[in-house]
Nanobody, 124 residues
Framework: QVQLVESGGGLVQAGGSLRLSCAAS????????MAWFRQAPGKEREFVAV????????YYADSVQGRFTISRVNAKNTVYLQMNSLKPEDTAVYYC?????????????????WGQGTQVTVSS
């Protein structure tokens, strides 16, 4: 069974940076799309960014465009989220997720594999 394990969260001041990692382990990883979502207290889970595993094409939520960068290292089965110019409103639990088929890349319910989440807290 494939598992996704996130790491790299923590506490950072506004304007700072963090890099999150999500490693896929287990049986052969075959998902085509890897994404990051986040969920703040009392709010719904929201899309952050997605990457096509083979082509490397990316798509971002407007709220993070230009500040966050999603990337992957295929040989390590790992996807990263580089977060710069962090704001207090970026505070949330960040989850990585995977799906095989295209379409509805921003909809969390379409992803069938999830990590446990990592907390990111941005202080003002």
């Amino acid at each position: 069974q494939v598992q996704l394990v996130e790491s790299g969260g923590g506490l950072v001041q506004a304007g700072g940076s963090l890099r999150l990692s999500c490693a896929a382990s287990g049986r052969t990883f075959s998902s085509n799309y890897m994404a990051w979502f986040r969920q703040a207290p009392g709010k719904e889970r929201e899309f952050v960014a997605v990457i096509n595993w083979s082509e490397g094409s990316t798509y971002y939520a407007d709220s993070v465009q230009g500040r966050f960068t999603i990337s992957r290292v295929n040989a390590k089965n790992t996807v990263y989220l580089q977060m710069n110019s962090l704001k207090p409103e970026d505070t949330a639990v960040y989850y990585c997720a995977a799906k095989e088929g295209p379409g509805a890349l921003g909809q969390s319910r379409k992803y069938d594999l999830w990590g446990q989440g990592t907390q990111v807290t941005v202080s003002s």
